[in-house]
């Protein structure tokens, strides 16, 4: 058993070290210190937007491959428990990814590009390093956004296409950021946690926010700008303007969905039910 536990653990926590690996956001964003955890010289990147859904279902079957390697049987409690929570979400996964094509990297309200700049203005600097890193880091938003652009030039040759009204609003939110100008927040908010590194020196603060400038022009606008051109010539690609379910195979795709969101194998049906009667005894507990 201890043999077992101790391999599992291993698994585990390479796994771990694998998948807060992936990008550069979700690695500091999650740890202060990633060479506590053994993970040095990570390459800077805000990730990847696979058009491949086969190639999805692979890295996920490979990785279920992995865990299901572990005899369960031969597991702590707590172990058990791990393993059913990373088997149940790699199914999940697995079951969603013939319809990779059906995610929508740039939603009205949460999408990359309202999502990124927010995100960008909260890295926080702990010391030279980081600034360096985020630096690496927006100078490779162009060739993300353009990552982003195949993706969702490959829905639109899927039929798979956002309607022109939510077209619209994604570029309209791209020129409000663009219109900012020399006012945009990446400028004074990357300022403001510079200045309060005391590790750095005065000439080395004016260097990075000189180069911070330099980037925005160069790299963050002209990604927008191009976003912004691109989508322009994908409007009237998006016929559906109803929903998910009126996709083709829409309906199995929402249920998929909803599976993985809530954690629960009740039908649609079953949710929906369960939702009206928790309102109906929050109102009576309210009145």
């Known amino acids: ?29 999650t740890l202060k210190n990633p060479g ?3 993970i040095k010289n990570t390459p800077i990147s805000y990730g990847h937007c696979t058009t491949d859904p086969g190639l999805v279902h692979s890295s996920i079957d490979a990785e279920r491959t992995r865990l299901r ?17 990373l088997d149940d979400y790699l199914t999940s996964a697995y079951d969603l990814a013939p319809y990779t094509l059906y995610d929508e990297p740039l939603a009205p ?10 995100i960008l203005s909260e890295y926080r600097f702990y010391d030279k390093e980081d600034v360096e890193v985020y630096l690496a880091l927006v100078r490779q938003t162009e060739e993300y956004f353009e990552e982003i652009m195949i993706f969702e030039k490959k829905k639109a040759e899927m039929g ?18 663009l219109e900012m100008g020399n006012g945009n927040y990446l400028y004074s908010t990357f300022a403001d946690r510079v200045m309060e590194l005391n590790t ?7 260097d990075y926010i000189q180069e911070n400038a330099l980037a925005i022009s160069d790299y963050v606008f002209p990604a927008y700008e191009r976003m912004t051109e691109e989508l322009e010539q994908l409007k009237g690609s ?27 194998r009740r039908s649609v049906e079953e949710l929906k039910d369960l939702t009206r009667r928790q309102i109906n005894e929050d109102l009576t507990a309210m009145e």
């Not at 058993?1 to 653990?9: I, L």
């Not at 309200?109 to 927010?118: K, Y």
């Not at 798979?160 to 950021?177: H, K, N, S, Y």
């Open 36 to 38: 506590k955890y053994g």
């Open 200 to 206: 750095l020196t005065e000439k080395e603060k004016s």
């Open 69 to 85: 390697s572990h005899n369960r049987t031969s597991l702590s409690k707590n172990n058990r428990l791990t393993y059913d929570v």
């Open 1 to 29: 058993h201890q043999d077992a536990d101790q391999a599992f653990s291993q698994y585990t926590s390479e796994l771990f070290r694998q998948e807060i690996s992936g990008n550069t956001i979700t690695l500091h964003y």
């Open 109 to 118: 309200l949460t999408g990359t590009q309202s999502q990124l700049p927010v």
């Open 160 to 177: 798979l296409f956002m309607p022109d009204q939510a077209v619209e609003t994604v570029i309209g939110q791209c020129r409000a950021f």
């Open 238 to 264: 998006g016929k559906n303007e109803k929903g998910l379910v009126y996709f083709p195979k829409g309906k199995e795709y929402y249920e998929l969905l909803a599976r993985q969101s809530t954690g629960s």
